[in-house]
RNA sequence: CGGAGAGUGGCGCAGUCUGGUUAGCGCGCAGCGUUCGGGACGCUGAGGCCGCCGGUUCGAAUCCGGCCUCUCCGACCA
Protein backbone atom coordinates (compact mmCIF):
# COMPACT_ATOMS: atom_id res chain seq x y z
CA UNK A 1 0.00 0.00 0.00
CA UNK A 2 1.25 3.74 -0.95
CA UNK A 3 -0.57 5.02 1.93
CA UNK A 4 2.01 3.30 4.39
CA UNK A 5 3.83 5.78 6.33
CA UNK A 6 4.82 9.47 5.89
CA UNK A 7 3.06 10.85 2.93
CA UNK A 8 5.13 13.16 0.76
CA UNK A 9 4.80 16.77 1.55
CA UNK A 10 1.92 18.40 -0.20
CA UNK A 11 0.87 15.04 -1.07
CA UNK A 12 -2.68 14.47 -0.15
CA UNK A 13 -2.28 10.91 1.37
CA UNK A 14 -4.95 8.12 -0.55
CA UNK A 15 -6.66 6.03 1.82
CA UNK A 16 -7.44 6.43 5.53
CA UNK A 17 -5.01 7.73 8.59
CA UNK A 18 -4.17 3.94 10.10
CA UNK A 19 -5.91 2.90 13.17
CA UNK A 20 -3.58 2.35 15.01
CA UNK A 21 -2.42 5.94 14.56
CA UNK A 22 -5.37 7.78 15.32
CA UNK A 23 -9.17 5.47 15.82
CA UNK A 24 -11.23 8.26 15.64
CA UNK A 25 -9.41 9.99 12.62
CA UNK A 26 -9.14 6.95 10.79
CA UNK A 27 -13.42 6.48 11.68
CA UNK A 28 -14.29 9.81 10.48
CA UNK A 29 -11.89 9.39 7.01
CA UNK A 30 -13.43 5.63 6.14
CA UNK A 31 -17.07 7.59 6.82
CA UNK A 32 -16.16 10.04 4.36
CA UNK A 33 -13.72 8.77 2.02
CA UNK A 34 -16.29 5.53 2.00
CA UNK A 35 -19.17 8.14 1.11
CA UNK A 36 -21.62 6.64 3.91
CA UNK A 37 -21.72 10.49 4.88
CA UNK A 38 -20.68 13.84 4.92
CA UNK A 39 -21.21 17.36 7.22
CA UNK A 40 -23.79 19.09 6.86
CA UNK A 41 -23.91 23.30 7.81
CA UNK A 42 -25.54 23.10 10.51
CA UNK A 43 -23.34 21.80 13.59
CA UNK A 44 -23.99 18.30 15.02
CA UNK A 45 -26.01 17.57 11.55
CA UNK A 46 -24.63 15.06 9.06
CA UNK A 47 -26.03 14.11 5.41
CA UNK A 48 -26.39 10.31 4.89
CA UNK A 49 -25.20 9.62 1.22
CA UNK A 50 -26.92 6.93 -0.64
CA UNK A 51 -24.33 4.28 0.39
CA UNK A 52 -24.93 5.19 4.23
CA UNK A 53 -28.64 5.54 3.40
CA UNK A 54 -28.65 2.03 1.69
CA UNK A 55 -27.07 0.47 4.63
CA UNK A 56 -29.51 2.21 6.99
CA UNK A 57 -31.89 0.47 4.92
CA UNK A 58 -30.38 -2.50 5.13
CA UNK A 59 -30.97 -2.25 8.81
CA UNK A 60 -34.35 -1.13 9.34
CA UNK A 61 -35.92 -3.50 6.93
CA UNK A 62 -34.04 -6.50 8.49
CA UNK A 63 -35.43 -4.83 12.15
CA UNK A 64 -38.94 -4.32 10.60
CA UNK A 65 -39.66 -7.40 9.54
CA UNK A 66 -38.80 -8.91 12.77
CA UNK A 67 -41.07 -6.02 14.72
CA UNK A 68 -44.05 -6.95 12.23
CA UNK A 69 -43.32 -10.84 12.74
CA UNK A 70 -43.91 -10.04 16.75
CA UNK A 71 -47.13 -8.18 15.92
CA UNK A 72 -46.17 -4.73 16.25
CA UNK A 73 -47.40 -2.14 13.58
CA UNK A 74 -46.08 1.08 12.27
CA UNK A 75 -47.24 4.69 12.38
CA UNK A 76 -46.35 8.48 12.56
CA UNK A 77 -46.18 10.60 14.87
CA UNK A 78 -45.67 14.27 14.31
CA UNK A 79 -42.47 16.28 15.05
CA UNK A 80 -43.46 18.65 17.28
CA UNK A 81 -44.42 18.32 21.12
CA UNK A 82 -45.88 20.62 23.07
CA UNK A 83 -43.43 21.76 25.75
CA UNK A 84 -46.23 21.16 28.28
CA UNK A 85 -46.25 17.78 27.43
CA UNK A 86 -42.29 17.08 27.76
CA UNK A 87 -43.32 18.15 31.08
CA UNK A 88 -45.78 16.03 32.22
CA UNK A 89 -42.98 13.13 33.73
CA UNK A 90 -40.88 14.95 36.55
CA UNK A 91 -37.68 12.48 35.89
CA UNK A 92 -38.43 12.88 31.89
CA UNK A 93 -38.33 16.55 31.76
CA UNK A 94 -34.91 16.34 34.04
CA UNK A 95 -33.31 14.32 31.33
CA UNK A 96 -34.26 15.91 28.31
CA UNK A 97 -34.20 19.44 28.97
CA UNK A 98 -30.57 20.47 27.97
CA UNK A 99 -31.07 18.91 25.30
CA UNK A 100 -34.15 20.27 23.73
CA UNK A 101 -34.48 22.24 20.45
CA UNK A 102 -37.85 24.22 20.81
CA UNK A 103 -39.39 26.63 18.34
CA UNK A 104 -40.74 29.65 19.89
CA UNK A 105 -42.03 31.32 16.15
CA UNK A 106 -44.30 30.13 13.53
CA UNK A 107 -46.12 31.79 10.88
CA UNK A 108 -44.30 34.96 11.48
CA UNK A 109 -45.47 35.50 15.25
CA UNK A 110 -44.28 34.14 19.12
CA UNK A 111 -46.05 31.09 19.86
CA UNK A 112 -48.15 31.20 22.65
CA UNK A 113 -46.93 27.67 23.91
CA UNK A 114 -43.10 26.74 22.56
CA UNK A 115 -42.77 23.37 20.84
CA UNK A 116 -40.49 20.59 21.30
CA UNK A 117 -38.83 18.64 18.22
CA UNK A 118 -38.84 15.38 19.94
CA UNK A 119 -36.32 14.23 21.22
CA UNK A 120 -38.74 10.68 21.58
CA UNK A 121 -42.02 10.78 21.82
CA UNK A 122 -42.91 8.90 24.98
CA UNK A 123 -45.25 11.98 25.69
CA UNK A 124 -46.77 12.10 22.50
CA UNK A 125 -48.07 8.41 22.27
CA UNK A 126 -48.82 8.83 26.09
CA UNK A 127 -51.49 11.62 25.35
CA UNK A 128 -52.86 9.51 22.23
CA UNK A 129 -52.86 5.92 24.22
CA UNK A 130 -54.74 7.84 27.41
CA UNK A 131 -57.13 8.61 24.27
CA UNK A 132 -57.07 5.21 22.71
CA UNK A 133 -56.97 2.67 25.40
CA UNK A 134 -60.36 2.07 27.56
CA UNK A 135 -60.52 -1.26 27.88
CA UNK A 136 -58.42 -4.19 28.42
CA UNK A 137 -59.70 -5.46 25.11
CA UNK A 138 -57.63 -2.74 23.71
CA UNK A 139 -54.53 -4.28 24.88
CA UNK A 140 -51.94 -4.76 24.86
CA UNK A 141 -51.07 -1.73 21.84
CA UNK A 142 -48.10 -2.50 20.03
CA UNK A 143 -46.66 0.58 17.75
CA UNK A 144 -43.92 1.37 15.99
CA UNK A 145 -42.92 4.47 14.36
CA UNK A 146 -39.90 4.99 11.98
CA UNK A 147 -38.67 8.57 12.37
CA UNK A 148 -36.61 11.54 13.24
CA UNK A 149 -35.46 12.98 16.35
CA UNK A 150 -33.24 15.81 17.10
CA UNK A 151 -31.54 16.03 20.35
CA UNK A 152 -28.87 18.93 21.29
CA UNK A 153 -25.31 17.26 21.81
CA UNK A 154 -22.65 19.29 22.79
CA UNK A 155 -20.31 16.67 21.00
CA UNK A 156 -21.23 15.59 17.74
CA UNK A 157 -19.46 12.29 15.58
CA UNK A 158 -20.74 11.12 12.43
CA UNK A 159 -23.22 8.34 13.07
CA UNK A 160 -22.38 7.65 16.57
CA UNK A 161 -24.01 11.12 17.72
CA UNK A 162 -25.64 13.60 15.48
CA UNK A 163 -27.91 16.47 16.81
CA UNK A 164 -30.56 14.75 14.42
CA UNK A 165 -30.60 11.11 13.85
CA UNK A 166 -32.97 8.36 12.14
CA UNK A 167 -34.23 5.49 14.67
CA UNK A 168 -37.44 4.09 15.37
CA UNK A 169 -39.34 3.75 18.63
CA UNK A 170 -41.63 1.24 19.45
CA UNK A 171 -44.36 2.29 21.97
CA UNK A 172 -46.21 -0.68 24.05
CA UNK A 173 -49.01 -0.38 26.79
CA UNK A 174 -49.72 -3.48 28.59
CA UNK A 175 -52.45 -5.20 31.27
CA UNK A 176 -49.79 -6.32 33.60
CA UNK A 177 -46.45 -5.74 34.62
CA UNK A 178 -45.19 -9.02 33.54
CA UNK A 179 -46.10 -8.78 30.23
CA UNK A 180 -45.00 -5.09 29.88
CA UNK A 181 -41.81 -6.96 31.04
CA UNK A 182 -41.84 -9.60 28.87
CA UNK A 183 -42.43 -6.99 25.41
CA UNK A 184 -38.91 -5.34 27.38
CA UNK A 185 -36.79 -7.89 27.00
CA UNK A 186 -38.20 -9.65 23.81
CA UNK A 187 -37.63 -6.69 21.71
CA UNK A 188 -33.95 -6.70 23.65
CA UNK A 189 -33.60 -9.90 21.77
CA UNK A 190 -34.86 -8.97 18.73
CA UNK A 191 -31.90 -5.80 18.84
CA UNK A 192 -29.38 -8.46 19.55
CA UNK A 193 -30.29 -10.89 16.59
CA UNK A 194 -30.48 -7.89 14.20
CA UNK A 195 -27.04 -6.68 15.72
CA UNK A 196 -25.09 -9.98 15.92
CA UNK A 197 -27.12 -11.80 12.69
CA UNK A 198 -27.67 -9.35 10.16
CA UNK A 199 -24.62 -6.70 11.30
CA UNK A 200 -22.10 -9.28 12.80
CA UNK A 201 -21.46 -7.14 15.68
CA UNK A 202 -21.81 -9.18 18.82
CA UNK A 203 -23.30 -7.28 21.77
CA UNK A 204 -23.31 -8.08 25.58
CA UNK A 205 -27.54 -8.07 26.71
CA UNK A 206 -27.57 -5.89 30.11
CA UNK A 207 -29.67 -3.92 32.23
CA UNK A 208 -28.25 -0.35 32.93
CA UNK A 209 -27.43 1.18 36.50
CA UNK A 210 -29.75 3.15 37.78
CA UNK A 211 -27.95 6.28 36.71
CA UNK A 212 -27.73 5.08 32.88
CA UNK A 213 -31.31 4.30 32.75
CA UNK A 214 -33.53 6.48 30.29
CA UNK A 215 -35.07 9.18 32.03
CA UNK A 216 -38.74 8.30 33.18
CA UNK A 217 -37.38 4.42 32.83
CA UNK A 218 -37.64 1.89 36.14
CA UNK A 219 -35.51 -0.28 34.15
CA UNK A 220 -33.02 -0.20 30.39
CA UNK A 221 -31.81 -3.05 29.07
CA UNK A 222 -28.97 -2.19 26.51
CA UNK A 223 -27.09 -3.98 24.29
CA UNK A 224 -23.58 -3.04 24.11
CA UNK A 225 -20.67 -3.44 21.75
CA UNK A 226 -17.30 -3.53 21.43
CA UNK A 227 -15.45 -0.97 18.93
CA UNK A 228 -12.12 -1.69 17.29
CA UNK A 229 -10.51 0.49 19.66
CA UNK A 230 -11.89 -1.75 22.85
CA UNK A 231 -14.23 1.33 23.79
CA UNK A 232 -18.06 0.49 24.32
CA UNK A 233 -21.31 1.43 22.21
CA UNK A 234 -24.54 1.13 23.27
CA UNK A 235 -26.19 -0.18 20.45
CA UNK A 236 -29.97 -0.41 21.63
CA UNK A 237 -31.86 0.38 24.48
CA UNK A 238 -35.35 -1.28 25.71
CA UNK A 239 -36.75 0.43 28.69
CA UNK A 240 -39.53 -0.48 31.18
CA UNK A 241 -41.51 2.01 31.82
CA UNK A 242 -43.27 0.75 34.61
CA UNK A 243 -46.45 3.15 35.31
CA UNK A 244 -44.36 6.24 34.82
CA UNK A 245 -46.00 7.33 31.77
CA UNK A 246 -49.20 5.59 32.58
CA UNK A 247 -49.67 7.81 35.36
CA UNK A 248 -48.37 10.93 34.17
CA UNK A 249 -50.77 10.86 31.10
CA UNK A 250 -53.48 9.06 33.06
CA UNK A 251 -53.28 5.93 30.56
CA UNK A 252 -55.81 3.68 32.16
CA UNK A 253 -58.32 0.62 30.81
CA UNK A 254 -61.26 -1.40 32.57
CA UNK A 255 -60.20 -4.99 33.56
CA UNK A 256 -62.23 -8.31 33.20
CA UNK A 257 -63.84 -7.21 36.29
CA UNK A 258 -64.76 -3.80 35.54
CA UNK A 259 -62.13 -2.07 37.72
CA UNK A 260 -59.85 0.79 36.92
CA UNK A 261 -56.35 -0.38 35.86
CA UNK A 262 -53.28 1.60 34.90
CA UNK A 263 -50.88 0.36 31.98
CA UNK A 264 -47.95 -0.41 32.27
CA UNK A 265 -45.45 0.46 29.18
CA UNK A 266 -42.64 -0.12 27.04
CA UNK A 267 -40.63 2.26 24.92
CA UNK A 268 -37.32 0.93 22.68
CA UNK A 269 -35.14 2.40 20.02
CA UNK A 270 -32.08 1.34 17.62
CA UNK A 271 -31.18 4.57 15.75
CA UNK A 272 -28.86 5.35 13.08
CA UNK A 273 -25.78 4.89 15.61
CA UNK A 274 -25.65 1.03 13.98
CA UNK A 275 -24.01 2.29 11.32
CA UNK A 276 -20.92 3.88 13.40
CA UNK A 277 -21.01 0.23 15.21
CA UNK A 278 -20.47 -1.48 11.91
CA UNK A 279 -18.17 0.70 10.47
CA UNK A 280 -15.24 0.82 13.94
CA UNK A 281 -16.67 -3.19 14.52
CA UNK A 282 -15.10 -4.70 11.31
CA UNK A 283 -13.30 -1.61 9.49
CA UNK A 284 -9.71 -1.93 8.39
CA UNK A 285 -6.85 0.39 7.80
CA UNK A 286 -8.01 -0.47 4.29
CA UNK A 287 -11.30 1.07 4.71
CA UNK A 288 -14.94 -0.14 5.49
CA UNK A 289 -16.06 -4.21 5.85
CA UNK A 290 -19.20 -4.83 5.21
CA UNK A 291 -21.22 -8.15 6.07
CA UNK A 292 -23.08 -9.29 3.20
CA UNK A 293 -26.25 -9.76 5.21
CA UNK A 294 -26.34 -5.52 4.58
CA UNK A 295 -24.03 -5.04 2.02
CA UNK A 296 -25.26 -2.11 -0.79
CA UNK A 297 -23.27 -4.40 -3.06
CA UNK A 298 -22.57 -7.65 -2.28
CA UNK A 299 -20.00 -8.56 -5.22
CA UNK A 300 -18.69 -6.13 -7.20
CA UNK A 301 -17.21 -7.42 -10.84
CA UNK A 302 -14.01 -5.88 -11.93
CA UNK A 303 -13.16 -6.21 -15.28
CA UNK A 304 -9.43 -5.91 -16.64
CA UNK A 305 -9.09 -5.69 -20.01
CA UNK A 306 -6.18 -3.87 -23.05
CA UNK A 307 -7.10 -3.92 -26.29
CA UNK A 308 -10.40 -2.96 -27.63
CA UNK A 309 -11.09 -6.90 -28.68
CA UNK A 310 -10.09 -7.83 -24.62
CA UNK A 311 -12.56 -4.93 -23.84
CA UNK A 312 -15.73 -6.94 -25.52
CA UNK A 313 -15.28 -9.85 -24.81
CA UNK A 314 -14.70 -9.17 -21.24
CA UNK A 315 -17.79 -7.23 -20.75
CA UNK A 316 -19.36 -9.69 -22.52
CA UNK A 317 -18.31 -12.35 -19.92
CA UNK A 318 -18.71 -9.93 -16.95
CA UNK A 319 -22.79 -9.81 -18.29
CA UNK A 320 -23.04 -13.29 -18.29
CA UNK A 321 -21.69 -13.01 -14.71
CA UNK A 322 -23.83 -10.59 -13.60
CA UNK A 323 -26.82 -11.59 -14.88
CA UNK A 324 -25.71 -15.21 -13.47
CA UNK A 325 -25.77 -13.43 -10.06
CA UNK A 326 -28.61 -11.02 -10.31
CA UNK A 327 -30.99 -14.27 -10.93
CA UNK A 328 -30.06 -15.57 -7.91
CA UNK A 329 -30.72 -11.98 -6.02
CA UNK A 330 -27.24 -11.33 -4.90
CA UNK A 331 -26.89 -7.20 -5.23
CA UNK A 332 -23.81 -7.20 -7.93
CA UNK A 333 -22.44 -4.52 -9.68
CA UNK A 334 -20.30 -3.86 -12.65
CA UNK A 335 -18.06 -1.63 -12.28
CA UNK A 336 -17.20 -0.21 -15.89
CA UNK A 337 -15.15 3.04 -15.39
CA UNK A 338 -12.60 3.43 -17.55
CA UNK A 339 -9.57 5.12 -17.43
CA UNK A 340 -9.09 4.02 -13.74
CA UNK A 341 -6.13 0.97 -13.35
CA UNK A 342 -7.01 -2.24 -11.82
CA UNK A 343 -5.04 -1.39 -8.56
CA UNK A 344 -7.04 1.87 -8.30
CA UNK A 345 -10.60 -0.13 -8.05
CA UNK A 346 -9.51 -3.17 -6.17
CA UNK A 347 -8.19 0.01 -3.58
CA UNK A 348 -11.34 2.06 -4.03
CA UNK A 349 -13.99 -0.83 -3.63
CA UNK A 350 -12.14 -2.01 -0.41
CA UNK A 351 -12.92 1.03 0.55
CA UNK A 352 -16.27 0.70 0.12
CA UNK A 353 -16.39 -2.67 2.00
CA UNK A 354 -17.96 -4.73 -0.87
CA UNK A 355 -17.74 -8.48 0.41
CA UNK A 356 -16.70 -10.17 -2.47
CA UNK A 357 -14.79 -8.67 -5.52
CA UNK A 358 -14.57 -10.73 -8.88
CA UNK A 359 -11.99 -10.26 -11.22
CA UNK A 360 -12.79 -10.94 -14.61
CA UNK A 361 -9.78 -10.12 -17.48
CA UNK A 362 -8.89 -12.02 -20.45
CA UNK A 363 -7.55 -14.69 -19.34
CA UNK A 364 -10.37 -15.70 -17.18
CA UNK A 365 -12.74 -15.31 -20.44
CA UNK A 366 -10.50 -17.94 -21.84
CA UNK A 367 -11.18 -20.30 -19.23
CA UNK A 368 -14.40 -19.57 -18.43
CA UNK A 369 -13.90 -18.86 -14.40
CA UNK A 370 -13.23 -15.69 -11.91
CA UNK A 371 -10.82 -14.82 -9.68
CA UNK A 372 -13.05 -14.21 -6.38
CA UNK A 373 -11.38 -12.14 -3.43
CA UNK A 374 -12.86 -11.80 -0.48
CA UNK A 375 -12.51 -8.78 1.75
CA UNK A 376 -12.93 -10.25 5.32
CA UNK A 377 -9.69 -11.97 4.96
CA UNK A 378 -6.33 -10.46 4.29
CA UNK A 379 -3.38 -11.74 2.41
CA UNK A 380 -3.37 -14.50 -0.82
CA UNK A 381 -5.55 -17.03 1.39
CA UNK A 382 -8.58 -14.06 -0.07
CA UNK A 383 -8.40 -14.97 -3.43
CA UNK A 384 -9.58 -18.36 -5.02
CA UNK A 385 -10.38 -19.39 -8.83
CA UNK A 386 -14.08 -20.25 -9.95
CA UNK A 387 -15.95 -21.51 -12.54
CA UNK A 388 -18.62 -19.60 -13.95
CA UNK A 389 -20.89 -22.65 -14.54
CA UNK A 390 -22.49 -22.86 -10.91
CA UNK A 391 -21.12 -19.31 -9.64
CA UNK A 392 -24.13 -18.14 -8.24
CA UNK A 393 -24.48 -20.93 -5.52
CA UNK A 394 -20.99 -20.88 -4.41
CA UNK A 395 -21.13 -17.08 -4.16
CA UNK A 396 -23.53 -17.39 -1.90
CA UNK A 397 -22.00 -19.73 0.47
CA UNK A 398 -18.81 -17.33 0.00
CA UNK A 399 -21.55 -14.81 1.19
CA UNK A 400 -22.75 -16.87 4.22
CA UNK A 401 -19.16 -17.67 4.97
CA UNK A 402 -17.88 -14.26 5.26
CA UNK A 403 -21.19 -13.37 7.11
CA UNK A 404 -20.39 -15.94 9.66
CA UNK A 405 -16.99 -15.51 9.43
CA UNK A 406 -17.03 -11.39 10.95
CA UNK A 407 -19.34 -12.53 13.71
CA UNK A 408 -16.78 -15.38 14.67
CA UNK A 409 -13.91 -13.14 14.33
CA UNK A 410 -15.36 -9.80 16.15
CA UNK A 411 -16.96 -12.21 18.88
CA UNK A 412 -12.83 -13.34 19.71
CA UNK A 413 -11.88 -10.04 19.55
CA UNK A 414 -14.39 -9.11 21.83
CA UNK A 415 -13.71 -11.98 24.45
CA UNK A 416 -10.13 -11.36 23.95
CA UNK A 417 -10.50 -8.18 25.88
CA UNK A 418 -12.94 -8.84 28.52
CA UNK A 419 -11.61 -9.66 31.99
CA UNK A 420 -12.60 -9.91 35.59
CA UNK A 421 -11.34 -7.10 37.86
CA UNK A 422 -11.40 -7.50 41.61
CA UNK A 423 -10.56 -3.68 42.73
CA UNK A 424 -10.18 -0.62 41.25
CA UNK A 425 -6.26 -0.78 40.19
CA UNK A 426 -6.75 -3.21 38.27
CA UNK A 427 -10.07 -2.30 36.81
CA UNK A 428 -8.21 0.70 35.83
CA UNK A 429 -5.12 -1.14 34.16
CA UNK A 430 -8.33 -3.41 32.26
CA UNK A 431 -10.23 -0.60 30.83
CA UNK A 432 -7.11 0.90 29.02
CA UNK A 433 -7.48 -1.87 26.68
CA UNK A 434 -11.09 -3.80 26.99
CA UNK A 435 -13.99 -4.22 29.61
CA UNK A 436 -14.00 -4.95 33.05
CA UNK A 437 -16.33 -6.65 34.97
CA UNK A 438 -16.51 -6.51 38.73
CA UNK A 439 -19.37 -6.73 41.55
CA UNK A 440 -20.42 -3.73 41.75
CA UNK A 441 -22.73 -1.55 44.32
CA UNK A 442 -24.56 -0.10 41.48
CA UNK A 443 -24.36 3.63 43.70
CA UNK A 444 -23.73 6.80 41.38
CA UNK A 445 -20.80 7.91 43.49
CA UNK A 446 -19.17 4.52 43.06
CA UNK A 447 -19.53 5.07 39.27
CA UNK A 448 -18.32 8.54 39.76
CA UNK A 449 -15.47 7.61 41.03
CA UNK A 450 -14.60 5.54 39.16
CA UNK A 451 -15.43 7.62 35.81
CA UNK A 452 -12.91 9.91 37.46
CA UNK A 453 -10.02 7.35 37.98
CA UNK A 454 -10.50 5.59 34.97
CA UNK A 455 -12.71 7.27 32.29
CA UNK A 456 -15.17 4.18 32.63
CA UNK A 457 -18.35 4.16 32.90
CA UNK A 458 -20.80 1.36 33.75
CA UNK A 459 -22.14 -0.45 30.98
CA UNK A 460 -24.30 -2.80 32.25
CA UNK A 461 -25.00 -5.54 34.34
CA UNK A 462 -25.24 -8.60 31.73
CA UNK A 463 -28.10 -10.96 31.53
CA UNK A 464 -25.97 -13.90 30.87
CA UNK A 465 -27.56 -16.71 31.93
CA UNK A 466 -24.27 -18.67 31.89
CA UNK A 467 -22.31 -17.08 34.66
CA UNK A 468 -23.32 -17.09 38.08
CA UNK A 469 -23.86 -13.49 39.27
CA UNK A 470 -25.58 -13.95 42.21
CA UNK A 471 -24.65 -10.39 44.29
CA UNK A 472 -25.34 -12.25 47.14
CA UNK A 473 -22.61 -12.24 49.89
CA UNK A 474 -20.16 -10.26 47.73
CA UNK A 475 -18.91 -6.71 47.87
CA UNK A 476 -18.12 -4.23 45.29
CA UNK A 477 -14.62 -4.36 43.91
CA UNK A 478 -14.54 -0.69 44.27
CA UNK A 479 -15.97 0.27 47.19
CA UNK A 480 -16.70 -2.47 49.46
CA UNK A 481 -20.16 -1.91 50.06
CA UNK A 482 -22.83 -4.74 49.26
CA UNK A 483 -22.64 -5.93 45.46
CA UNK A 484 -25.75 -5.03 43.51
CA UNK A 485 -24.45 -7.19 40.49
CA UNK A 486 -21.76 -8.09 38.56
CA UNK A 487 -21.39 -4.74 35.94
CA UNK A 488 -18.64 -4.67 32.74
CA UNK A 489 -17.27 -0.77 32.98
CA UNK A 490 -15.42 0.38 29.75
CA UNK A 491 -14.47 3.37 27.89
CA UNK A 492 -17.54 4.33 26.00
CA UNK A 493 -18.53 6.28 23.23
C1' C B 1 -19.54 25.23 28.49
C1' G B 2 -13.86 24.39 29.53
C1' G B 3 -9.01 23.18 26.81
C1' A B 4 -6.31 22.94 21.95
C1' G B 5 -5.93 23.83 16.83
C1' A B 6 -7.62 25.72 12.10
C1' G B 7 -10.22 29.00 8.48
C1' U B 8 -6.37 30.61 1.36
C1' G B 9 -9.83 27.04 -5.96
C1' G B 10 -13.73 20.68 -4.68
C1' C B 11 -9.93 18.39 -0.91
C1' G B 12 -5.03 18.78 1.62
C1' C B 13 -1.54 22.52 2.39
C1' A B 14 2.55 26.63 1.56
C1' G B 15 2.84 31.88 1.77
C1' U B 16 1.57 35.60 7.20
C1' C B 17 6.90 36.43 11.73
C1' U B 18 10.15 40.45 8.04
C1' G B 19 3.10 44.26 4.13
C1' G B 20 5.12 45.43 -2.28
C1' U B 21 3.16 44.38 -9.01
C1' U B 22 0.22 38.19 -12.42
C1' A B 23 -1.45 34.30 -4.54
C1' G B 24 1.81 29.13 -5.27
C1' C B 25 2.07 23.54 -4.76
C1' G B 26 0.02 18.38 -4.48
C1' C B 27 -4.44 15.68 -5.20
C1' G B 28 -8.91 15.91 -7.65
C1' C B 29 -11.68 17.83 -12.04
C1' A B 30 -12.18 18.60 -17.97
C1' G B 31 -10.06 17.40 -22.99
C1' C B 32 -6.54 14.52 -25.92
C1' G B 33 -2.93 10.61 -26.31
C1' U B 34 -0.21 6.45 -24.32
C1' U B 35 -1.34 2.80 -20.33
C1' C B 36 -4.21 -1.26 -17.79
C1' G B 37 -3.97 -8.85 -13.54
C1' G B 38 -2.80 -4.38 -6.77
C1' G B 39 -3.37 2.84 -5.91
C1' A B 40 -0.18 4.52 -14.27
C1' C B 41 1.86 8.66 -17.14
C1' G B 42 2.41 12.94 -20.57
C1' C B 43 0.51 17.38 -22.65
C1' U B 44 -3.29 21.15 -22.50
C1' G B 45 -6.97 23.52 -19.53
C1' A B 46 -10.89 25.21 -16.00
C1' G B 47 -11.29 26.78 -11.11
C1' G B 48 -9.56 31.54 -5.66
C1' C B 49 -13.03 39.05 -4.20
C1' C B 50 -7.21 34.48 0.91
C1' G B 51 -14.01 33.19 6.95
C1' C B 52 -16.74 38.12 7.97
C1' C B 53 -16.71 43.42 9.57
C1' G B 54 -13.87 47.54 10.69
C1' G B 55 -9.06 50.01 11.29
C1' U B 56 -3.60 51.27 10.12
C1' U B 57 -1.00 52.20 5.35
C1' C B 58 0.57 54.96 -0.95
C1' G B 59 -0.32 49.59 -0.74
C1' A B 60 -3.07 44.14 3.50
C1' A B 61 -3.81 36.90 2.60
C1' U B 62 0.20 39.26 5.61
C1' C B 63 -0.14 44.33 10.88
C1' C B 64 -4.22 45.88 14.75
C1' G B 65 -9.38 45.35 16.87
C1' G B 66 -13.97 42.83 16.90
C1' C B 67 -17.06 38.89 15.32
C1' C B 68 -18.32 34.11 13.13
C1' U B 69 -17.49 29.09 11.94
C1' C B 70 -15.36 24.30 11.91
C1' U B 71 -12.35 20.19 13.76
C1' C B 72 -10.05 17.63 17.84
C1' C B 73 -9.79 16.60 23.39
C1' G B 74 -13.16 16.78 28.11
C1' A B 75 -18.40 17.18 30.76
C1' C B 76 -23.68 15.32 28.25
C1' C B 77 -25.88 11.47 25.31
C1' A B 78 -28.67 6.53 21.13
Given at each position: MATQGVTPRGATPRGVTPRSEDYSRWYTDVVQQAELADYAPVRGCMIIRPYGYELWDSIKIALDRRLKATGHRNAYFPLFIPMSFIEKEAEHVEGFKPELAIVTHGGGSELEEPLVVRPTSETLFGEAYARWIQSYRDLPMLINQWANVVRWEMRPRLFLRTTEFLWQEGHTAHATREEAVEETLKILDIYAEVSEKVCAVPVIKGRKSPQEKFAGADDTYTIESMMGNKWALQGATSHFLGQNFA???????????????????????????????????????????????????????????????????????????????????????????????????????????????????????????????????????????????????????????????????????????????????????????????????????????????????????????????????????????????????????
Open positions: KAFNIQFLDEKNELQLVWTTSWGMTTRTVGAVVMTHGDDKGLRLPPAIAPIQVVIVPIWKTDEEKVSVFAFADEVKTQLNAAEIRVELDAREGLSPGFRFNDWEMRGVPVRLEIGPRDVAARSVIACRRDVAGKEAKMSMTVEGLAPRILALLDEIQVSMLKCATEFRDAHLCKASNLAELADIVEDGWALIYHCGTRECEDKIKEETKASSRCYPLDKNESWSPKGKVCAVCGKPAFGKAYFARAY
